[in-house]
T-cell receptor, first 112, second 114 residues
Framework: DGGITQSPKYLFRKEGQNVTLSCEQNLNHDAMYWYRQDPGQGLRLIYYSQIVNDFQKGDIAEGYSVSREKKESFPLTVTSAQKNPTAFYLC???????????FGPGTRLLVL | SQQGEEDPQALSIQEGENATMNCSYKTSINNLQWYRQNSGRGLVHLILIRSNEREKHSGRLRVTLDTSKKSSSLLITASRAADTASYFCATDALSYNQGGKLIFGQGTELSVKP
């Protein structure tokens, strides 16, 4: 059963805390992406990775960090430097850079 | 500024009617894609249309692309209540400062009433 999974579905962050969102895919895709979506808005690109051990900043990378140690996994850390982290976070993957992207179900991050 | 912008922002129709959503973009593209998002869920890919194509169909969906006007439209025929969702266009701007990555518009929120 191929697909892309994200966990957890809901995540609560305390002030000054770093939290990590998980994204895993078994589609054998080279490219992976993290997007942030605010209510009533489109998607904004946080980070993307075209290949293992390589990643690039997107439009709104400040306050976020990623790693790509395995092809299947692209975790996103929301650091304490991100002052407004409350949003819906979506992970996606694709075979190539401008091709169809397949999305996970999303993680909703809330601040306590 | 946005590469892709959808119009209208919100659309409410009755079941059985057709729904048309438009997308305009600013720079040359390789392809344009349409995605659907149900509330609180991830996006689902609907159709990809390449810059050398003018029209594409998939079931009740029809997408057109006019590269001279830098615009695309998504038509959903014989709409159903289950079509209620947000619809996004995404473009891969060749010369936009994003270096060819997909740029998503803000979406059209479609409501189909039974």
């Amino acid at each position: 059963d191929g697909g892309i999974t994200q966990s957890p579905k809901y995540l609560f962050r305390k002030e000054g805390q770093n939290v990590t969102l998980s994204c895993e895919q078994n589609l054998n895709h080279d490219a992976m992406y993290w997007y942030r979506q605010d209510p009533g808005q489109g998607l904004r690109l946080i980070y993307y990775s075209q290949i293992v051990n390589d990643f690039q900043k997107g439009d709104i990378a400040e306050g976020y960090s990623v790693s790509r140690e395995k092809k299947e996994s692209f975790p996103l850390t929301v650091t304490s430097a991100q002052k407004n982290p409350t949003a819906f976070y979506l992970c996606a993957s694709s075979t190539g850079f401008q091709e169809t992207q397949y999305f996970g179900p999303g993680t909703r991050l809330l601040v306590l | 500024s946005q590469q892709g912008e959808e119009d209208p922002q919100a659309l409410s129709i009755q079941e059985g009617e057709n729904a048309t959503m438009n997308c305009s973009y600013k720079t040359s593209i390789n392809n344009l894609q349409w995605y659907r998002q149900n509330s609180g869920r991830g996006l689902v890919h609907l159709i990809l249309i390449r810059s050398n194509e003018r029209e594409k169909h998939s079931g009740r969906l029809r997408v057109t692309l006019d590269t001279s006007k830098k615009s695309s439209s998504l038509l959903i025929t014989a709409s159903r209540a289950a079509d209620t969702a947000s619809y996004f266009c995404a473009t891969d701007a060749l010369s936009y400062n994003q270096g060819g990555k997909l740029i998503f518009g803000q979406g059209t929120e479609l409501s189909v009433k039974p």
